[in-house]
């Protein structure tokens, strides 16, 4: 691997499709015709969405109902249930603009508060673990503090389908990030913390019996990746970042302080205890902005299979 600012392979941000200036005619930074078609697309094909999916609304309203239970009526949850296809409408909408857009246009509508506890917790030198949900545009904004700040090592699952996996790796590396894949990323992660460098982990949906720890999440266990918390047994600081999209259509990523971990005689009960406090993060966030959280998932499907029955 190259040194903490290269990416293996001499790899340089991709500059997008367009020039900079016919981007910005397109999507500007504060454009209201892109800022329009935006909101237009988010509420007409969210709701043409909402009402034909039927199995992905019936997970959304259902992992609703699990997880709120009388603190929402049913009206409420359908009403939330009608924003989260909309957010991830307007999420596709600005995953498609990035493919056309210059970095400069990323690189202003991302909005980085907290960077100096991440920068705090790479002084140590071990490298630094950010673990992250899907909330708000998490793409879009790991994607814009990679150009704004430093490159990050994304550890994600490769896309089945092969175009997916080829637009994907190249929306995620553009900004000069690396992609390390999931299925077998254990010694790559271990080589970018060895260089002092970020690695970034989504830790907020199901994970097979063997492989997830037990965790509360909204009150019920669910099956949450270890990895970050077995880095932090090992002495890698373990940095919450989440993202939001603003009203103005920017998009915002918080760096928290390095979560604590308390090293005893007993390194399960140490690694649940961390898993645990990692997905409390997790829930606070989303409860701040539901409607921007991947309901349509089935977090509890290993530990109440019920729940997703006939869906």
Same mark, same amino acid.
């Given at each position: ?6 990416? %293996? ?5 991709? !500059? ?56 929402? =009526? ?35 509508? $991302? ?62 590396? #553009? ?8 299925? #077998? ?10 260089? +002092? ?8 949906? +199901?994970?097979? =019996? ?14 949450? =990746?270890? $990895? ?8 890698? %600081? ?5 993202? !939001? ?21 007993? %390194?399960?009960?140490?690694?649940? #205890? ?11 966030? $989303? ?17 109440? %299979? ?6």
């Amino acid at each position: 691997m190259g040194a903490q600012g290269e990416p %293996p392979g001499g790899h340089r941000p991709h !500059r997008g499709v367009l020039s900079p200036a016919s981007g910005a005619l397109l999507v500007r930074p504060g454009g209201r015709w892109g800022q329009a078609l935006g909101d237009f697309l988010a509420a007409a094909l969210g709701e043409v969405w909402y009402r034909l999916d039927r199995r992905h609304r019936e997970i959304t309203l259902r992992n609703l109902a699990f997880a709120y239970g009388a603190e929402l =009526t049913p009206a409420a949850r359908e009403r939330l249930a009608r924003q989260v296809f909309r957010h991830f409408v307007r999420f596709a909408w600005e995953m498609a603009v990035l493919l056309l857009a210059p970095l400069t246009y990323l690189k202003k509508r $991302v909005l980085i508060l907290g960077e100096e506890n991440l920068a705090a917790a790479l002084q140590k030198g071990r490298g630094a673990v950010c673990i992250a949900a899907h909330a708000g545009n998490w793409e879009y904004t790991v994607m814009g503090y990679g150009l704004q700040f430093r490159r990050v090592a994304v550890v994600a699952r490769e896309l089945d389908h092969p175009l997916a996996r080829r637009l994907a790796r190249y929306l995620r590396e #553009r900004g000069g990030n690396w992609m390390v894949n999931k299925q #077998r990323g254990l010694r790559e992660i271990l080589a970018h913390l060895k260089h +002092n460098r970020v690695v970034g982990i989504v830790i907020d949906q +199901n994970t097979a =019996t063997q492989e997830g720890v037990l965790a509360d999440f909204f009150g019920h266990p669910a099956r949450t =990746t270890p $990895v970050a918390a077995l880095l932090a047994r090992r002495g890698v %600081p373990v940095v919450p970042s989440l993202s !939001r999209r603003l009203p103005d259509g920017r998009q915002m990523m918080i760096f928290f302080p390095p979560l604590p971990f308390e090293k005893t005689a007993d %390194p399960e009960a140490d690694i649940r #205890r961390q898993v645990a406090l990692q997905n409390l993060y997790i829930e606070a966030w $989303v409860r701040r902005e539901p409607s921007q959280w991947l309901w349509l998932h089935r977090r509890w499907k290993n530990q109440f %299979p019920e729940l997703y029955e006939n869906v």
